[in-house]
């Protein structure tokens, strides 16, 4: 059974920083993606970042230069810094794997950013 935990949201003010981690168990981010996406009050989910399964990174425009994607094999984890918050970036974030095309979901944690 695969589980991803995501831990780290809470309420920040512009132009702050949060750091989010998913740990995951029945998978492993040394062979499968790792991913961040969020969804908006009203809007889509939507990619965030990626790291595959090579070290390699994909970032959505709107937060290259400030979020930053990283995993720790070790402990199986995806991390995401996520520095120059702005209420756009309000959102829950979900972490996502995917594994013999099956795409596997944590519940999700709520990043506030405040103006």
């Known amino acids: 059974q695969v589980l991803l935990v995501e831990s780290g949201g809470g309420s920040v003010q512009a132009g702050g920083s949060v750091r989010l981690s998913c740990a995951a168990s029945g998978i492993t981010f040394r062979i499968n993606v790792g991913g961040w996406y969020r969804q908006a009050p009203g809007k889509q989910r939507e990619l965030v970042a990626v790291?595959?399964?090579?070290?390699?990174?994909n970032y959505a425009d709107s937060v290259k230069g400030r979020f930053t994607i990283s995993r720790d094999i070790g402990k199986n984890t995806v991390d995401l810094q996520m520095n120059s918050l702005k209420p756009e970036d309000t959102a829950v974030y979900y972490c996502n794997s995917r594994r013999g095309g099956v795409d596997y979901w944590g519940k999700g944690t709520l990043v506030t950013v405040s103006s």
């Open positions: 790291i595959n399964w090579d070290g390699d990174t």
